[in-house]
């Protein structure tokens, strides 16, 4: 008997200036079962992101075009039930946290990144944002 369950994967962009991230990023999301799209800029993301239906935007905070902040508004402007993770390397404003539904320091994900995107796939974009566990100087009040 052929069984009707759907194996749809569920589709995750990455948006990064970092060719290696992006690398990496895709490799490990791949591992666990994600589909994975890249893009190696802002503009390059949000044409992805409008063309295809990802279910999830992994994006950096510190990009030259337009930095996480302005990106994440857009996309959630344009789509507000994407559920949108920023991952960053850099101090981020307290008030960029809060337009995203998740935030990883660069030096957590390899750790927590999976979890954190499986524990957002099975939660409505309606609920506050998740901030990793990280001490309070990686994020500014501004």
Do not use: W
């Not at 993301?45 to 930095?67: F, H, I, K």
């Not at 960029?96 to 796939?121: G, S």
Request: one cysteine or more; a negative charge.
């Amino acid at each position: 008997m052929i069984s009707s369950v759907s194996t749809t994967k569920k589709i995750i962009l990455c948006i990064d200036d970092d060719e290696g991230i992006l690398h990496y990023l895709k490799a490990l999301l791949e591992r666990s079962g994600y589909a994975v799209l890249t893009a190696a800029s802002a503009r390059q993301g949000l044409s992805l992101m409008t063309m295809c239906n990802c279910d999830m935007v992994l994006l950096d905070y510190e990009m030259p075009e337009m930095n996480g902040h302005d990106l994440a508004s857009e996309i959630k402007r344009i789509r507000p039930e994407l559920m949108v993770v920023l991952l960053s390397g850099y101090d981020v404003p307290t008030h960029t946290v809060a337009v995203v539904d998740a935030f990883l320091p660069k030096l957590e994900a390899p750790r927590q990144l999976v979890a954190m995107i499986a524990e957002l796939c099975n939660r409505t974009a309606s609920r506050p944002p998740v901030v990793a566990n990280i001490s309070s100087d990686r994020t500014q009040n501004a």
